[in-house]
């Protein structure tokens, strides 16, 4: 099979699809590898590295679509590149649909076959390719709402980790799955005070076995959200419903009943976001503010490391493109259901339930 790479052009995102050790894996399974030239140098790997890994450099992005059987990207195309798709491509990304009608309808039209890394699943019921940026953003989620908590960019000028004789910063995480428990990890480290809410007492319980004393756990009523939101320096949205859009748990109530300088992190934004206030930014404008609430909603947050994200993006997607390579995607998913379950659009159908719930679209 041909692979192609092209450059992202989503604002301020370095990543690319494939490393030049992913490159040489595919070319040693006999497959041609066509890289866009320059796709690599946001994260330092060059034009020769590719090369010397066995893939050919293309000018641009048309001529990568053009050549290439399947296209291996990191981000959702932009309205260019769908344009570039056709019936027989295999689109193998990131697409978050649910919160996308524009870029779902126009997957649709291409006829393209269209997998995406945030719903393939693994046999424990968990999202192998969703879990190393989810680890990213939620270790990022931390660093970022402790800049915006400076008294320079606009925050309460708060320490999240105190120093003695202060008390420390609260913060509040909604969600205690992968990306929640990586920004616990890190506010526990900077010695804040941390309470995770989760909807599940399973999944507490095990949090409470994990953290111990370090953090507070509490079921995610409405009435505990609001009461936690209301007393936090940092709120981080951490929630994750597969495929579907993010519900919206904190309300523009509950935003103007925190204190001003306060921040909010919306790790959930790719979906939708999970506060009642949030609409995506960038990395170039990142943030906003409500009711005096400092808002870091960009939609691309491991974009920002793009380098650690492409690495641990790229041992996480090997398998999965060498599998779709090597037997072809019809027989790649079909050999496979947890591959299969990424599959969001064929043939101008939409697969996916909760997406077509959440656009009001047919279901293929």
Same mark, same amino acid.
């Given at each position: 099979?041909?692979?192609?790479?092209?450059?992202?052009?989503?604002?301020?995102?370095?990543?690319?699809?494939?490393?030049?050790?992913?490159?040489?894996?595919?070319?040693?399974?006999?497959?041609?590898?066509?890289?866009?030239?320059?796709?690599?140098?946001?994260?330092?790997?060059?034009?020769?590295?590719?090369?010397?890994?066995?893939?050919?450099?293309?000018?641009?992005?048309?001529?990568?679509?053009?050549?290439?059987?399947?296209?291996?990207?990191?981000?959702?195309?932009?309205?260019?590149?769908?344009?570039?798709?056709?019936?027989?491509?295999?689109?193998?990304?990131?697409?978050h649909l649910a919160a996308d009608k524009p870029q779902?309808?126009?997957?649709?039209?291409?006829?393209?076959?269209?997998?995406?890394?945030?719903?393939?699943?693994?046999?424990?019921?968990?999202?192998?390719?969703?879990?190393?940026?989810?680890?990213?953003?939620?270790?990022?989620?931390?660093?970022?709402?402790?800049?915006?908590?400076?008294?320079?960019?606009?925050?309460?000028?708060?320490?999240?980790?105190? @120093?003695? *004789? #202060?008390?420390?910063?609260? /913060?509040?995480?909604?969600? &205690?799955? %992968? =990306?929640?428990?990586?920004?616990?990890?890190?506010?526990?480290?900077?010695?804040?005070?941390?309470?995770?809410?989760?909807?599940?007492?399973?999944?507490?319980?095990?949090?409470?076995?994990?953290?111990?004393?370090q953090i507070r756990t509490a079921f995610a009523s409405?009435?505990?959200?609001?009461?936690?939101?209301?007393?936090?320096?940092?709120?981080?949205?951490?929630?994750?419903?597969?495929?579907?859009?993010?519900?919206k748990l904190v309300t523009r109530a509950m935003i103007?009943?925190?204190?001003?300088?306060?921040?909010?992190?919306?790790?959930?934004?790719?979906?939708?976001?999970?506060?009642?206030?949030?609409?995506?930014?960038?990395?170039?404008?990142?943030?906003?503010? @409500?009711? *005096? #609430?400092?808002?870091?909603? /960009?939609?691309?947050?491991? &974009?920002? %490391? =793009?380098?650690?994200?492409?690495?641990?993006?790229?041992?996480?997607?090997?398998?999965?493109?060498?599998?779709?390579?090597?037997?072809?995607?019809?027989?790649?998913?079909?050999?496979?259901?947890?591959?299969?379950?990424?599959?969001?659009?064929?043939?101008?159908?939409?697969?996916?339930?909760?997406?077509?719930?959440?656009?009001?679209?047919?279901?293929?």
């Amino acid at each position: 099979m041909r692979v192609g790479v092209p450059t992202e052009i989503k604002n301020n995102e370095y990543r690319v699809g494939l490393t030049p050790a992913a490159v040489a894996e595919l070319t040693r399974a006999g497959h041609e590898v066509v890289v866009q030239s320059g796709a690599g140098l946001g994260v330092d790997f060059t034009d020769s590295a590719y090369v010397a890994a066995g893939a050919a450099i293309l000018p641009d992005a048309a001529a990568v679509f053009e050549a290439a059987e399947m296209i291996v990207k990191v981000k959702e195309p932009q309205a260019v590149e769908v344009a570039m798709l056709r019936p027989g491509h295999v689109l193998f990304t990131y697409l978050h649909l649910a919160a996308d009608k524009p870029q779902t309808e126009g997957l649709m039209a291409s006829g393209a076959t269209c997998i995406a890394y945030e719903t393939v699943t693994a046999p424990d019921g968990t999202l192998p390719l969703l879990k190393p940026m989810s680890e990213v953003a939620g270790r990022m989620s931390v660093q970022c709402g402790a800049h915006y908590l400076e008294k320079h960019q606009g925050g309460r000028g708060v320490l999240l980790g105190g @120093v003695p *004789g #202060v008390e420390p910063g609260k /913060v509040v995480i909604l969600g &205690g799955g %992968v =990306a929640g428990v990586n920004a616990a990890q890190m506010a526990v480290g900077l010695r804040a005070d941390v309470t995770i809410l989760d909807i599940s007492n399973r999944r507490l319980a095990e949090l409470d076995m994990v953290f111990g004393n370090q953090i507070r756990t509490a079921f995610a009523s409405s009435a505990a959200i609001a009461d936690a939101v209301a007393g936090a320096d940092l709120v981080i949205g951490a929630v994750l419903v597969p495929g579907a859009a993010a519900p919206k748990l904190v309300t523009r109530a509950m935003i103007a009943s925190m204190r001003p300088g306060t921040v909010v992190v919306d790790i959930a934004i790719d979906q939708g976001g999970c506060f009642e206030t949030s609409h995506a930014t960038t990395h170039e404008d990142p943030v906003f503010v @409500v009711d *005096g #609430v400092i808002h870091y909603c /960009v939609a691309n947050m491991p &974009g920002a %490391v =793009a380098r650690t994200s492409t690495m641990a993006l790229g041992n996480a997607t090997l398998p999965f493109v060498l599998k779709l390579a090597n037997m072809g995607a019809d027989a790649a998913m079909a050999a496979d259901p947890h591959l299969a379950a990424g599959l969001n659009v064929s043939g101008g159908k939409l697969h996916i339930p909760a997406v077509a719930e959440a656009l009001g679209l047919p279901l293929g």
